[in-house]
């Protein structure tokens, strides 16, 4: 009899098709394999029971990098066959098969690299089947070699026959190459000259021990390096960057150097060290220059995930300052032509001669207590494919918010969520933003007829959705909805559910800026059962960059003209002039819109307490609330919760007469959670929380003390770059 057998899931450029080939030899079964563009197709003629125990070895002994999401076994009309055989990709039909994401060196290429006798012995492009780049180089699915930038190197003959041998570990590596036929590095300085050096990679260490600043071209973008025990090198680079604050990332060599620089528990340590290797956001061991994260006692770090990064730290035995390369505002370099907008700020760029075809960002992770929290998903991740709780009416894509955008297409019960795109706050990075939704559209031959987008009409991503919507449908969501939604969708919950919206700022349905949401939520809509008492924010946007402004606003809320006169941090950052101005703006209300936002609550406090007055990058403020925070303080401030308005003001009268900041932020941290709780007393519901304030751990591990049962996404960010997928979730509802 034969069977085909269909299966649906990361199966391509994994390792599959070798791994049906061996299984198959192995069982002795006679048929084909190959490539479709909805996953991988397998005919066989066996019988019935050699058929269930083939099946049964596929699912069991999959290779790493892949995973199964359907397998379909049907009978189809009798073939014979001689031998089993791995065929051409077959390039019709409907696009679901996925992009695979791009995977860090594995282990048996790593052993390869330092191997004086391998062929490949210090080769910085090593890869084979089971690691390294994949998104970042795809044109066009299927994922073959002719769809990818490798195209440009023509196999070298030892190449080709490890490409097409199925029991070698290269037999279809897209990526294979060699010194003799592959990419190749090139050093040039800051102007583009070419820098003469015996080796390339000794003259890059030696550069970068003398101080220098060095743009190295990687997996999805250039990194500016530099040495991250040379305090020096780093301000140096915080100057020309202008970046005065900001933590940077640390690439260290192994698990070894990673301990010496920070606490990492177990569960960091795999995450360190996964396929994926994002950073993860650890505890500081001290000391460590203090330029790498000031005033911060956390540290992103992570480990070398491609040859090239290996074999850097491997001469250079110390940890590197390791930061995406991009003008402010702007998205992640990832060509020459780029990186020219950088020059000044690197001495020095080691490129690379194979080509970036999709930019794709660090990936960014945190643990708390138990949880995982994403707080970007990039490289490693993504695109990621999401499996829905229902299948969607229609083929919809969502535009995501505006900040940390993403966007997602969605079809059937699945969505596509791109990488993180970025703020888009520049031509620059909505161009990068309208290439990455063709980019997905192209791949999967996806044409939408619905197009989801934010309710604020002032966002880029709206402006996007307008201006391409043609003959399709528009629909848009609230923000805060969108974001218990996604939480919804990834954790594939049916029924209502109590959502905690803790935010920065999102466009309300009475058009105010909303960021302190609870609201009953299901698929079919939502009911806002209570939010934080509106405060202007003087100055509109401005009062998102100046803790200042919104603290001083809410002086005004409790004492009017006499806040003039006050004598407290937030009155002292300003001038007399300023404080005029201001109270007559928060009197008239002039561009001074009201908001329930928590995370500008925190700004408030933050400002109120002296430790910010000024932010130099968003969430600065609550980072630095963190730092105060003692678990040893308990007791929480009085707030009044009437009609569904939290009246907060209580408290914060009450945090002005506390001489100790380390008591005051530890108690605002409790009211926090008391509030949620007494808001959430009556409801027998799940609790959902999300919106960006929750990528404040000291928040998060209180919530989950009182609330171990909580739900916050894992898989994608509480933050906006998770807007996109509740977008796509709203198809249900309408
Ligand atoms: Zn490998
Ligand atoms: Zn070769
Ligand atoms: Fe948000």
New binding site residues.
């Given amino acids: 009899m034969t069977y085909r057998i269909m299966i649906e899931g990361t199966v391509q450029g994994v390792g599959f098709r070798p791994f049906i080939y061996q299984l198959a030899s192995q069982f002795k079964l006679s048929g084909t394999v190959h490539n479709g563009v909805q996953g991988v197709e397998i005919i066989v003629s066996c019988s019935e029971e050699e058929l269930e125990y083939f099946t049964q070895a596929i699912t069991r002994r999959l290779p790493p990098l892949s995973s199964i999401d359907t397998l379909e076994v049907a009978q189809i009309e009798s073939r014979d066959f001689s031998d089993f055989q791995i065929l051409k990709s077959d390039n019709s039909g409907e696009k679901t098969a996925r992009i695979p994401p791009d995977v860090s060196i594995c282990s048996e290429c790593e052993k390869e690299l330092f191997d004086p006798s391998s062929r490949r012995y210090g080769y910085p492009f090593i890869t084979c089947t089971h690691c390294g780049v994949r998104y970042s180089i795809i044109y066009d699915l299927p994922y073959d070699r002719v769809n990818t930038s490798m195209k440009f190197f023509k ?6 026959e490890e490409y097409t041998n199925p029991l070698d570990r290269r037999y279809h590596a897209q990526p ?7 990419p190749t590095l090139k050093l040039i300085d800051s102007v583009g000259r070419d820098v003469p050096a015996p080796t390339i990679l000794d003259k890059t260490v030696e550069l970068l021990s003398e101080g220098k600043i060095i743009a190295v071209k990687g997996v999805g973008g250039y990194h500016l390096m530099c040495d991250a025990t040379n305090e020096e090198a780093i301000l140096k680079l915080r100057e020309r960057k202008q970046r005065p604050t900001k933590p940077f990332a640390v690439m260290v060599k192994d698990i070894e150097m990673a301990r010496e620089l920070g606490e990492i528990s177990t569960h960091e340590e795999e995450l360190l060290s996964s396929k994926e290797r994002p950073i993860v956001i650890v505890g500081e061991r001290a000391p460590r220059p203090t330029g790498i994260a000031p005033n911060i006692s956390r540290i992103g770090l992570f480990l070398p995930y491609t040859p090239l990064h290996l074999l850097i730290l491997d001469k250079l035995q110390c940890p590197l300052v390791a930061t995406s390369a991009n003008v402010t505002d702007e998205p992640i370099c990832t060509n020459l032509e780029d990186l020219e907008k950088l020059q000044g700020v690197y001495d020095y760029a080691l490129e690379h001669n194979r080509d970036i075809v999709n930019g794709c960002d660090d990936s960014v992770v945190m643990v708390v207590g138990e949880q995982e929290v994403i707080l970007r998903r990039a490289r490693g991740y993504a695109p990621v494919s999401i499996k829905l709780p229902f299948t969607l009416k229609h083929h919809v894509l969502a535009m995501g918010a505006n900040q940390k955008s993403t966007i997602a297409i969605g079809f059937e019960n699945q969505a596509i969520l791109s990488p993180h795109i970025g703020d888009l706050d520049s031509i620059g990075s909505v161009e990068y933003y309208e290439k990455n939704i063709k980019t997905l559209e192209r791949m999967y031959g996806f044409q939408a007829d619905v197009i989801v987008h934010d309710k604020h009409p002032y966002y880029e991503s709206t402006k996007y959705a307008k201006r391409c919507v043609g003959k399709r449908n528009l629909r848009e969501v609230q923000h805060h909805y969108a974001h218990i939604l996604s939480v919804m969708a990834e954790k594939q919950l049916a029924g209502k559910v109590f959502g905690v919206a803790f935010d920065g700022t999102g466009y309300g349905d009475d058009g105010n800026l909303w960021g302190g949401e609870f609201m009953v939520c299901d698929y079919k809509g939502y009911e806002r059962i209570a939010y934080l008492n509106y405060f202007k924010l003087l100055g509109g946007d401005k009062a998102i960059k100046e803790p200042r402004r919104v603290a001083f606003s809410i002086l005004f809320d409790l004492y009017g003209e006499e806040a003039l006169a006050m004598q407290n941090p937030t009155t002292k950052a300003f001038s007399e002039v300023e404080l005029r101005t201001h109270f007559t703006a928060w009197q008239k209300g002039l561009n001074a819109p009201l908001s329930s936002s928590v995370g500008r609550l925190f700004d408030a406090v933050a400002s109120l307490l002296g430790i910010c007055q000024v932010m130099s990058f968003e969430g600065e403020s609550g980072m630095l609330l963190e730092e105060l925070y003692d678990d040893s303080i308990e007791g929480y401030y009085g707030f009044e919760y009437k009609e569904g308005k939290i009246d907060f003001l209580p408290m914060i009268e009450a945090l002005l007469t506390e001489p100790n900041a380390s008591v005051a932020v530890s108690k605002f941290f409790h009211t926090l959670v008391e509030m949620i709780a007494v808001v959430y007393a009556p409801y027998d519901l799940p609790l959902v929380l999300s919106g960006g304030v929750f990528q404040n751990r000291v928040l998060l591990a209180l919530v989950y003390e009182r609330f171990p049962e909580a739900m916050i996404s894992n898989a994608i960010p509480p933050n906006d770059g998770g807007i996109a997928l509740g977008q796509i979730l709203y198809d249900i509802s309408s």
């Fill in positions: 196999m070298c003959k030892a190449c080709e294979i190459g060699c010194w003799e036929c592959g």
